[in-house]
Nanobody, 118 residues
């Protein structure tokens, strides 16, 4: 089970920190990621991590503003937020690398947390 927290409303230029806590796993999933989906738009991968090595991938669209970190949870630090960052943000996990890349074929999803930037 993945549980997101930290969403909310913020003015443009502000910051938010999202967190994703994983529970019920025998071992930590090998891959964890953040996705977002704005109304009327396709889901977009934002950031991902290979937990066993700490290797991080950030989408080009946000890499100058978002950072990913992990301790007991997976955190997405979002700075210099823009109205176009408004979306539902989801945490997801998978065990294995997929040929589609960092954001392909995640099989476990959280409920999401809303981020609104005005």
């Amino acid at each position: 089970q993945l549980v997101e927290s930290g969403g909310g409303s913020v003015q443009a230029g502000g910051s938010l920190r999202l967190s994703c806590a994983a529970s019920g796993y025998t071992t930590t999933p090998n891959y964890m990621a953040w996705f977002r989906q704005a109304p009327g738009k396709e889901r977009e991968g934002v950031a991902a991590i290979l937990t066993t090595r700490g290797t991080i991938y950030i989408a080009d669209s946000v890499k100058d503003r978002f950072t990913l970190s992990r301790d007991n949870a997976l955190h997405l630090q979002m700075d210099s937020l823009k109205p176009e960052d408004t979306a539902m943000y989801y945490c997801a996990s998978r065990q294995y690398w997929k040929s589609g890349g960092w954001f392909a074929e995640y099989d476990t999803w959280g409920q999401g947390t809303q981020v609104t930037v005005s």
